[in-house]
């Protein structure tokens, strides 16, 4: 995989700390790979952590989420083992998913004829990458008799 290729290459003493800062590497993959994509957009009810359009108008709703590779035990630092981490990282990957249905991130982006994917990439403190893409479900918007507004539900 190109990301996990282009992440490797951060010197290990300087290896991924937090979220933030895997954003602003997959922000920049994705800008070098001359592709349409932008971070921390407001959309649903919350924020999205990025949000690609191929170049065929398909939109790839993403959020991503770092795993630590250490726990503090007494102030030190503790590696966790690999399969510790290869835990965390499904955990985290079946969480992405429910969060990206509970905010309707993929909502905004519907109605355009195009296919949306749900898009969860996690990122191991070792640069290990795990990404799942399932297509989105159709959204519609459901007025009740008497209701001043309305309300979202899936089809």
């Known amino acids: 995989m190109a990301l996990q290729s282009f992440l490797s290459n951060v010197p290990w003493e300087d290896q991924l700390k937090n979220e933030a800062c895997c954003e602003t590497l ?6 070098m790979a001359d ?9 649903g009810s919350g924020k999205l952590d990025a949000h690609l ?4 108008g398909n ?3 993403i959020e ?11 102030g030190k630092d503790r590696d966790l083992t690999v399969e510790q981490i290869q835990n965390n990282m ?13 905010n309707k991130y993929t ?3 519907q109605g355009q004829g195009n296919k949306i994917y749900k898009t969860a990439l996690v990122v191991s403190g070792h640069v290990d990458i795990r990404v ?13 008799p008497g209701q001043p507004h309305c309300s979202v539900k899936k089809v």
């Open 26 to 31: 997959f922000l920049m993959a994705m800008a």
């Open 35 to 43: 592709q349409n994509c932008d971070c921390q957009r407001s959309v």
């Open 53 to 56: 359009r191929t170049r065929d």
């Open 59 to 61: 939109d790839y709703v």
């Open 64 to 74: 991503l989420k770092f795993v630590k590779a250490a726990v503090k035990v007494k």
């Open 90 to 102: 499904e955990k985290a990957l079946a969480t992405v998913m429910v969060q990206i249905d509970k």
């Open 107 to 109: 909502l905004k982006f």
């Open 132 to 144: 799942v893409f399932e297509e989105a479900v159709s959204w519609t918007l459901v007025k009740k």
